[in-house]
């Protein structure tokens, strides 16, 4: 690979012009030698970002690639930090990045080629750009980005992510020029993301009632993403909100997808990397991790509160140095000559406490050819009457459903999960599912599965190892007495006692919800009929876990899981502005004819 022989000049705030006169603020670091920028050309990194080029992990990687024989430009997307305009997250990153990539090729130290990298948002430019058919792209690292925000991360099931409702807190705070411009409204901002829990309790959100009405643009985009429950063309026809409808035009480019299993874009990351290789001639690879979302996690060997052993992190610059090296400077960095696919296999570990007081979960990485894995077998286990988990179906003398009381004013609160971008509001990750005091919505230290308003079905004790790898389904047949609710599945890893977790330790592997209204069509809602039952069809993240010997199996079904999801108030009133509320019966079926299940992709060889 490619060594650090070069020293590094850098040049601030170059304006780039757009199209529509607008000019977007790009930083350039030189490979440079004796105080001098080299003329190259080169091969040029390409980052575009809303978090400040300015940041240090940004200024970081720069210099990293270009010490390496790497042009270098960071660019500051439209309406944030030093770059003008308005800023409305992810309207215009198509076209502003095929023409910062126009820009780029004209210059005399580019030698015609680009690489893209970024992370989550960055992702987002970088895929945006690439579909909009920007020049000279030649290759791509894209890490934790979106195949389709509709379906693979700002809603899940057709309910609202509000993990974006906080963001947009975020973003009006750091970074916008009505906070630059105004030091009273940016003190309005800085209070209002520290305290956003207290807006969490009066959604759905209003207009012009919270301090982001000092960032119009942001606050729009909020009201948008949580009244556009349908798929419509607010979510199918800009660049930066789906690319799945604009496949066959990307360019055919070497991609390295890399996502982790309690990062946000498991499904994403996982859909675009089979879409490109059906449809791409060029490598592509994949790598799923243990990681929550974020840069700092893919170098870290735990998520939340679980660790993973310290083969878990991985050098994230020298993985994109191996792949760009090998594609802009034809150097042979062995790459291509893995498998194509690399996950990380959680589990097996001790299940103590370590040094730093997370639970040793352990796991192992694993190279293979294909993900999902061909080997993998779907299998169904039902819902029992008696709370059990059993790849039997249920007999007829069982009992032949299970109801609880749903009320949108007592949601089930969010314990982990993949969930990024809002640490101090609900953090990502593993954690045993009970309350603490640090969990929004919890009043006591008790398991989740106490809750009146949590079905639990587990298995016994596995009489040896089951690996569960793969994208995974649970199918409820249920009925309501509301004309619109939801439906939660979490499925767990628990834990027997031991000495550090007299209780055991019930640790979230995965979860997801239903939008009743949505069970046939994302954009044709349906009310239901109270009393009639529905198959309905709940999508988890894909994972890799080894339940190990001893351990259960468990799947929480509830029809909340909040602040992770908005809260539905059955009644359905249009999204995102209903303010009344009313409790709903639920009842789950798991008789011969209605046989609800979790199907679990199991890979053999595991015990």
């Given amino acids: 690979m490619s060594h650090a022989e070069y020293d590094v000049i850098y040049e601030r705030n170059v ?96 030698d015609g080629r680009i690489a893209t990298v970024g992370l989550s948002y960055g992702a987002c430019t970088e895929t945006a750009l690439a579909a909009a058919g920007a020049p000279g792209v030649a290759a791509q690292f894209i890490a934790e980005g979106y195949h389709n925000y509709h379906n693979g991360a700002m809603r899940q099931g057709g309910a609202m992510e509000l993990r974006f409702m906080i963001y947009g807190f975020r973003m009006a705070a750091n970074g916008s020029p009505e906070a630059a411009q105004d030091p009273v409204v940016k003190a309005s901002l800085l209070k209002a993301h520290r305290e956003v829990a207290k807006y969490l309790r009066y959604t759905p959100m209003k207009k012009g009632q919270t301090p982001l009405r000092f960032t119009p643009g942001i606050e ?28 066959d035009q990307y360019p055919d480019v070497p991609v390295y997808w890399l996502s982790g299993w309690y990062d946000t874009y498991i499904r994403s990351t996982i859909t675009n990397f089979n879409e490109f290789r059906a449809r791409k001639q060029s490598p592509q690879r994949l790598i799923m991790g243990p990681w929550i979302h974020g840069v700092a996690s893919i170098g870290q060997s735990y998520a939340g509160d679980v660790d993973f052993g310290p083969d878990a992190a991985v050098d994230y610059d020298d993985l994109r140095l191996r792949w760009f ?42 190279y293979e050819h294909e993900f999902p894995l061909p080997r993998a077998v ?15 179906l249920p007999a007829a003398a069982e ?17 982990g999960g993949s969930i990024s971008a809002v640490p101090h509001v609900m953090p990502g990750g593993g954690f045993n599912q009970r309350g603490r005091p640090d969990v929004y919505g919890a009043t006591d230290d008790l398991p989740l599965g106490l809750r009146p308003d949590v079905l639990v079905f587990s298995t016994p004790p596995l009489v040896a190892d089951v690996e569960v790898t793969g994208p995974m389904k649970v199918v409820l047949y249920a009925s309501s007495t509301a004309v619109d609710t939801d439906f939660t599945a979490k499925l767990i890893d628990v834990y027997p006692p031991n000495p550090d977790y007299p209780d055991g330790y019930e640790l979230n592997i995965s979860d997801s919800i239903i939008r009743v209204r949505y069970r046939d069509d994302w954009d044709q809602p349906a009310p239901m009929v109270p009393g009639t039952v529905y ?21 929480h079904i509830s029809s909340s899981n909040f602040p992770r999801f908005d809260v539905n108030p059955n009644t359905g009133a249009p999204l995102g502005t209903g303010q009344v509320a009313v409790a709903a019966t639920q009842t789950i079926y798991h008789d011969p004819a209605h046989p609800s299940h979790i199907l679990l992709p199991l890979v053999p060889g595991a015990a």
């Fill in 220 to 247: 729009q985009w909020v009201l948008d993403v949580l009244q556009h429950g349908e798929y419509s063309p607010y979510w199918s026809e800009p660049v930066a909100y789906s690319i799945v409808d604009r496949y």
């Fill in 378 to 392: 779907a299998t169904p286990f039902y819902l029992r009457g008696d709370g059990l988990l059993a790849t039997a």
């Fill in 535 to 555: 198959p309905l069809a709940i999508e988890l993240y894909a994972t890799a876990n080894l339940f190990r010997k001893g351990h259960q199996i468990r799947l």
């Fill in 399 to 415: 009992q032949a459903s299970s109801a609880y009381v749903y009320d949108p004013r007592d949601p089930v609160p969010t314990i």
């Fill in 15 to 110: 304006r780039v012009p757009m199209r529509d006169g607008v000019h977007l603020a790009s930083d350039l670091y030189y490979p440079a030698r004796s105080g001098k920028a080299l003329p190259g050309p080169f091969p040029v990194i390409v980052e575009r970002t809303p978090y400040d080029k300015l940041a240090t992990d940004a200024v970081k990687q720069a210099k990293f690639f270009a010490r390496r024989g790497y042009m270098v430009l960071l660019q500051d997307v439209r309406g944030r930090y030093a770059s003008e305009g308005e800023f409305y997250p992810f309207r215009d990153e198509a076209p502003d990045g095929v023409d910062t990539c126009a820009w780029v090729v004209a210059q005399p130290w580019c």
């Fill in 325 to 366: 090296d090998h594609f802009l400077k034809e150097a042979e960095t062995g790459v291509l000559a893995e498998p194509p696919v690399r996950i990380f296999v959680m589990g097996g570990g001790s299940g103590r406490k370590n040094e730093e007081g997370r639970l040793d979960h352990g796991g192992q990485w694993r």
